[in-house]
């Protein structure tokens, strides 16, 4: 499973002109699902994106000590990507064989959106299967590439 996780001012997905989900500042995370994928693989990633610390430390306080969503009580924009396991190593067309299939991916997405549910993040999503437009403000700005 991957995962490109985002710190944003603002993000949201538009499907068919409708906004379908947006948060304010917290995190966008791209998730990616490949064939060996499992849940417990699923909660482990919900667990480490939570937990992350790559928010500005609080000026008020320690202002060495970056804070996580958890911490912070941030939303988090979850979108299913597929694309994440695109592989252009040869030629100049990506190959899809390494993106687990629908029908495995998107249990696998819920499980990830429900465990960190019951972390107790608030958690907002794209569609599944659906032509998207994601758009977002990065601060920072700040992206990391998480793999289990």
Known sequence: MRAVVQTVSRASVT???QII????PGLLVLLGVTHSDSATVAAELARKVHELRIFPPDPAGDDTAERSAAQLEAP???VSQFTLYGDARKGRRPSWSAAAPAEV????????VDALTTRGASVHTGR???HMLVESVNVGPQTILLEL
Do not use: K, N
């Open 76 to 78: 988090i924009l979850v």
């Open 128 to 130: 599944f299967r659906a």
């Open 21 to 24: 989900a947006g948060i304010g």
């Open 105 to 112: 991916a998107e249990p696998l997405v819920g499980a990830f």
């Open 15 to 17: 499907v068919d002109d």
